[in-house]
């Protein structure tokens, strides 16, 4: 506690460093479009190569949640490959290193921005998805769609900032992410596509079955807590 | 003064591998609708399960390394990841061995055990690349750990979901209503558990017996002959503990 605290004392506000951080890589995604572009571009290319890939004009059910959520999937991998790298070149982790909060505030900062950058990228995606390979109208069931890709996009976030974390001062930092990451994914690929497949099927569900929801919920309860108990020890130096 | 009771471990090992292997072919019953080939579920199923218990147990190791600091911890961790991961090779093939006698296919993806062992093993081949890659053996040791611990907590949770996400055509040995394996194919199945669960504990003393006898050679080498006489030791995947530092 510093002096000034004790003469005026303000309530305490511990997700401020949180704050301040999320605030300096939106503000960075800002100013030099990195990542977002990137991801966005690399998605809609996959989607033109599963048209010549497949062979097909339209996909539905479970090919299109598989389509969709995959493509997605390794878009994220795009931006998680990136997530620390200016933190790595410009010294970002020495500053967070000597100034006098929680580590824990860089992982979640990082979470947020990378969940806020998958939401953006699926903004237009999800639209360029629906006009270029989905069969179905997916009006009805836009509900449904947004929870779940909540739900997965909180799932890429967390596992990938930490994913992002352990491989970002190793040597083979672009192969590491890919093969740590898509395995740790394949629980939340497997009830995201279930919980898609009957939302983009013709006259399917307009909201996806519980179960596989609340498996989704699950998992990312579960990184979330896994992640918040070891990211100090990334940072330890 | 490494490797104590190792001798008494291995003939124990021995005895039991010895007796399951003549328990499951002279002793347990054939199947009736398999037939012979069945047996090989005494193997399959076995490593199957000292797999996966050997990765959380691996990812306990790795968690005691992270808040210890005691890099002894981290060799067990390593050793224990390393030999499960030579287990879940096994365990793939005799599966695929498994699938393709009882299926006629080499690959099934109704089996939940079969896919969450594949994708388990796809996840901790990353181990040693990861290590590798990582030049301070301090740093080395933590970040592994962390994976240890991530990845143990991942391999009971991928089961789930993977068990969930399949069809039900895999006969489920143990959950079904009507009783499960009987008597005698229970018995040989537990002794199997049990020279399984030996085999890996014995080769596991082993490898880290040899890592220790290594170092301490280096040591003594390196008292008795100058520093210039050993070898540095070059970037390796596996943890490397100074001589010095071992009490």
Known sequence: MSRRDRRAPREPRPMRPTWALLRKDLLLERRAPESVPAMLLFAITTFVL?????????????????????????????????????????????????????????????????????????????????????????????????????????????????????????????LIVPMIGLPLLVPALIAGARCCAPLLAAGGASWPAVKWLAVLALYDLVFGLLAYAVFDFLLED | M????????????????????????????????????????????????????????????????????????????????????????????????????????????DEPTLVSFLIVFLLYATYQPLRFSIEDPERQARYASVFAVIAGAFVPLNFMAVRMATSLVHPRTFATADGGLPGEMMFVFLVSIVAMGLLFWTLVKYEIAQKNVTWQLRALRRRLLGDDAVAPIGRSAAPTIAPEARP
């Open chain 1, 50 to 174: 599963f048209h010549f890939g497949l062979g097909r004009d339209a996909v539905d059910g479970s090919l299109a949640a598989g389509v969709l959520l995959v493509t997605l999937l390794f878009a994220a991998i795009l931006g998680i490959n990136r997530l620390f790298v200016s933190e790595q070149a410009e010294g970002g982790f020495d500053a967070v290193l000597l100034a006098p909060i929680d580590r824990t505030a860089l992982f979640l900062a990082k979470a947020m921005a990378l969940f806020l950058f998958l939401s953006l990228v699926e903004l237009v995606a999800v639209p360029a998805f629906a006009v270029l390979l989905l069969g179905p109208s997916p009006w009805g069931a836009l509900g449904g769609l947004v929870v779940v890709l909540a739900l997965v996009n909180a799932a890429l976030s967390l596992i990938g900032a930490l994913v992002s974390a352990l491989a970002i001062r190793t040597r083979a930092r672009d």
């Open chain 2, 2 to 109: 490494y490797g104590k009771g190792l001798r008494a471990l291995t003939l124990a090992t021995l005895i039991a591998l010895t007796a399951t292997f003549a328990l499951v072919v002279f002793y347990a019953p054939n199947d009736a609708d398999q037939g012979f080939i069945q047996k090989i579920f005494y193997v399959h199923v076995p490593v199957a399960i000292i797999t996966l218990v050997a990765y959380v147990v691996g990812g306990i190791f790795a968690y005691r390394q992270l808040r210890t600091d005691d890099r002894r911890w981290d060799v067990r961790s390593y050793v224990v990841i390393h030999i499960a991961l030579i287990f879940n090779v096994v365990g793939l093939l005799t599966g695929a061995i498994w699938a393709k006698a009882s299926w006629g296919h080499w690959w099934v993806w």
